[in-house]
């Protein structure tokens, strides 16, 4: 498995990889400065090197992942599931995606692409999340929620059941989600209510 990104968030999934016996032949990193993590080398990216591997992007932010994955092209897209994490077997787990340690999947839910479920977050029964979507450490998703691509749930917060977040959404830290949020939303406090539009996400044609 090669990681493309070396800071902070690629710390935790070389130890998922590691902990998982899964061997890390390198990393990958637009960062000149940074040479190697944990004893990893840092390469120049190159397709060549990883034909007959795997690769995640190992980078927390969602729209800089986006960006990542857009760049270079067609890869083998692996996954990292730590052992401490609870999947059900009746759940999918969409290729590129990233597992914590704690997390708790139930049966149903569908994780798209490139989803990031972080640190003793709970996603519970039939929910749908789609690509590019981070669910931040202690987030609570109830059963039959669908999050739509490249939304960020922030640390601690909580979705009811039966609710829809839109593309691109922000939630913020500690907040709590009891009415649908549309596309390219911000929101904050408890209950959960709209400040501004999201401009910070790729390839973007909605006005400011």
């Known amino acids: 498995m090669y990681l493309y990104g070396s800071s902070g968030h690629g710390k935790v999934v070389?130890?998922?990889?590691?902990?998982?016996?899964?061997?890390?032949?390198?990393?990958?990193?637009?960062?000149?400065?940074?040479?190697?993590?944990?004893?990893?080398?840092?390469?120049?990216?190159d397709q060549y090197l990883i034909l007959n591997s795997e690769l995640i992007v190992s980078i927390g932010d969602n729209v800089t992942g986006k960006l990542v994955v857009d760049k270079i092209g067609s890869v083998n897209f692996g996954v990292a599931i730590d052992v401490s994490s609870s999947i059900s077997r009746r759940s999918v787990i969409g290729k590129?995606?990233?597992?914590?340690?704690?997390?708790?999947?139930?049966?149903?839910?569908?994780?798209?692409n490139h989803v990031i479920i972080n640190t003793n977050a709970a996603v519970d029964h039939d929910c749908f999340l789609e690509d590019f979507v981070h669910i931040s450490p202690g987030c609570s998703i109830s059963g039959n929620v669908n999050i739509g691509?490249?939304?960020?749930?922030?640390?601690?917060?909580?979705?009811?059941?039966?609710?829809?977040?839109?593309?691109?959404?922000?939630?913020?830290?500690?907040?709590?989600?009891?009415?649908?949020?549309?596309?390219?939303?911000?929101?904050?406090?408890?209950?959960?209510r709209i400040i501004k539009k999201n401009n910070c996400y790729p390839n973007s044609n909605i006005d400011s």
């Open 149 to 192: 691509e490249g939304s960020h749930v922030g640390t601690g917060a909580s979705v009811i059941q039966n609710i829809r977040i839109g593309k691109w959404c922000i939630i913020g830290a500690g907040c709590v989600i009891i009415r649908d949020v549309p596309d390219f939303s911000v929101v904050v406090g408890n209950p959960g």
């Open 96 to 112: 590129g995606s990233v597992i914590m340690p704690g997390v708790s999947v139930n049966s149903g839910t569908i994780l798209g």
């Open 14 to 45: 070389i130890e998922i990889l590691e902990n998982s016996g899964i061997s890390i032949e390198g990393l990958f990193d637009d960062n000149p400065d940074i040479s190697s993590l944990f004893g990893y080398k840092c390469l120049i990216f």
